[in-house]
């Protein structure tokens, strides 16, 4: 692998190539020339058994970055840390705060599960790292920091709160996104993109001097977003243009129509076992793979 390039695979999403399991979810495998590293952990069902049919081995990853604390990105952390304890650990603060979605007056918890919350809290706390600014986990890969919220079609998507009664929103501000200079230009990956894709991708370019985004792949949550939401993002999308655009986990099924009617062959609907290189030369550059 050279400096510059990427190998990313889907371990964790709602959707999956044959053999491989689905759950409400994600988590990417990402290596590069000097490091592996784990974007995210799913709930914590179907990692593992995931990626030892694709031939991974979280257990060997250097380090573990989640990009906010919601139960499907976290909770994974339980069966990872009490099995390594050399892993190097980024988080937002926030993202083990206690926290709801509310509909029908009724509270559905979404924080970081017990076991999980525990296992960091036992975790030595020396590799844990609180993330409150921009910072670098491997020679070209970097995480955002706090995303500014700069869009004014753009927010958190759901109804969200820090508390039971409904009564303090939830800002989703430990969203944190993962980027990755590669030779063919910037990947950006999402968790569940709270902070909104579009103020993500402009913070991450903002953090490498502009460069054009080669892919952003993760979930972007739009499962909500309406009509107006809709065609602004892919307003913006078009002005940004991402060559390679992969929606996953909590994207929404309409988003995903409206996202493949607007950019056809450049978006790729993402699942367990695609995998995408960067920075290779031939025709197989980047094209993304998922399990027949
Ligand atoms: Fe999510
Ligand atoms: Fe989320």
């Keep these: 692998m050279t400096s510059q390039s990427a190998k990313i695979t889907i371990l964790v999403d709602n959707e999956a190539g044959a053999g491989l399991a689905t759950e409400h ?31 991974i081995n979280p257990l060997a990853a250097d380090c573990i970055a989640l990009s906010h604390g919601h139960y499907d990105h976290s909770g994974g952390l339980a069966v990872l840390l009490q099995q390594d304890r050399t892993f190097e650990v980024y988080c937002h603060p926030g993202a083990v705060n206690p926290r709801y979605s509310i509909r029908n007056h009724t509270a559905k918890p979404l924080q970081m599960p017990r076991a999980a919350m525990t296992a960091l809290d036992r975790f030595p706390q020396e590799r844990v790292h609180w993330v409150q600014r921009p910072v670098m986990l491997a020679e070209n890969v970097g995480l955002t920091g706090p995303i500014l919220r700069e869009t004014i079609f753009e927010d958190p998507g759901g109804p969200f709160y820090l508390d039971q009664a409904g009564v303090r929103p939830d800002p989703i501000d430990d969203d944190l996104a993962l980027w990755v200079r590669t030779g ?5 990956c999402l968790g569940c993109g709270h902070a909104g894709l579009i103020n993500t991708l402009e913070q991450a370019q903002r953090q490498n001097e502009g460069m054009p ?6 979930g972007f949550h739009l499962q909500n977003a309406d009509q107006r939401r809709l065609e602004q993002t892919i307003e913006a999308l078009r002005r940004i243009a991402p060559e390679l655009i992969i929606p996953c986990h909590c994207t929404g099924e309409d988003a995903v129509f409206a996202l493949r009617a607007a950019f056809g062959q450049r978006c790729r609907p993402g699942a367990a076992g ?3 290189v960067f920075d290779q030369p031939g025709p197989e550059r980047a094209a993304p793979r998922a399990l027949a």
């Design 184 to 188: 063919e230009g910037l990947v950006v």
């Design 213 to 218: 985004i080669r892919a952003v792949i993760g």
């Design 274 to 276: 695609m995998t995408c």
């Design 25 to 55: 979810g994600f988590a990417l495998w990402l290596e590069t020339a000097d490091k592996r590293i784990l974007f995210d952990v799913g709930q914590g069902a179907t990692l593992l058994e995931n990626a030892r049919i694709l031939g």
